[in-house]
């Protein structure tokens, strides 16, 4: 009997992987089960997604398509659909099966989405999946050739429509929907980080000889960059000149080395402008040194620090 999975990697990096690792714990119950499993990658973006992981987290698939167009249950006659969680459109978002009607869905799910915190459900796990050996190379090989040995990181992770959108539109200064305009126009004009968090940051600083910044905005970095002396960016100027899609080579390895980078940190002080915790910094919180580990508790690894600005 075949069980059909979709993944959609129409969002981040964070969000896919979550979205993998929760596939991943599924697959192996269900191979187990005796189930044939076929997996449909679905995303239009050209990027080697049998390169991403270790190739052993590969290995309960028994077919794995590539797919630029999500599949639907038109395409599997007789199979109904089951989402990970709530009702959402196929295709679109996060993952599905397409299971045949007689399927027996006795297996444990597994919500890992940090997004979410009152879902968290994977205390008993261990063995997360791994990015491929050479992305784990080339990150180490970031380390050495920027002396970044026993370093901390900061990550900061802005509002969506401010954040992302900026950086996207740099360049392109037309600006669509009242609310972003509104939003964009003030917070570009009165940007600053709250003084109680400068003085955070700069206890981080002081108290550790490297400290690496990763964000989702370029002008976080800027402003940090311009008010500390010994934080260490990626080349900024990948985020600048390029389109910003994981498409972009130079601008998916950009990401892939800041997103594995974490895993291998000492620690992680997370400031973010959101009520929920970033998926960019799951793989590190899955894979450090320290073990798995949930970053709602406390922990030796992860201290979320809040918003970074005055919300009000």
Request: a negative charge; proline letters at 3%; glycine letters at 4%.
């Amino acid at each position: 009997m075949v069980v059909n999975i979709q993944i959609n990697f129409t969002s981040g990096i964070g969000d896919f992987y979550t979205y993998f690792c929760e596939i991943y714990f599924v697959v192996k119950q269900l191979k187990e089960k005796g189930y044939q499993v076929d997996l449909y990658y679905n995303s239009r973006r050209t990027i080697d997604f049998l390169s991403l992981f270790d190739s052993k987290y590969y290995q309960y698939f028994d077919n794995i398509i590539m797919s630029e167009y999500p599949k639907s249950l038109n395409d599997f006659i007789g199979y109904h659909v089951i989402y990970p969680g709530k009702n959402w459109v196929t295709g679109a978002h996060c993952w599905e099966i397409f299971a045949p009607i007689d399927f027996n869905d006795d297996y444990t799910r597994y919500f890992i989405n940090l997004s979410h915190s009152g879902l968290l459900n994977y205390g008993e796990l261990y063995d997360f999946p791994k990015l491929s050996n050479t992305i784990v190379e080339n990150t180490k090989k970031f380390i050495v050739d920027n002396d970044l040995t026993d370093f901390t990181v900061i990550h900061f992770r802005e509002w969506d429509d401010i954040g992302d959108a900026y950086n996207s539109r740099v360049l392109n200064p037309n600006i669509e929907g009242e609310e972003f305009q509104v939003r964009h126009k003030t917070l570009k004009k009165e940007f600053n980080i709250t003084e109680d968090k400068m003085l955070q940051i700069k206890e981080i600083c002081d108290n550790n000889e490297k400290v690496f910044v990763c964000s989702n905005s370029i002008r976080v970095k800027t402003y940090i960059k311009e008010h500390f002396n010994n934080v260490f960016l990626y080349n900024d100027d990948i985020l600048k000149t390029t389109r910003r899609d994981y498409s972009d080579v130079e601008y998916w390895n950009f990401c892939l080395i800041e997103f594995c980078l974490i895993s291998m940190a000492k620690n992680v002080n997370m400031f973010t402008n959101y009520s929920w915790i970033s998926n960019f910094i799951a793989y590190g919180v899955f894979n450090s040194e320290l073990g798995v580990i949930n970053p709602y508790h406390d922990n030796p690894f992860v201290k979320n620090c809040g918003p970074f600005m005055n919300l009000d």
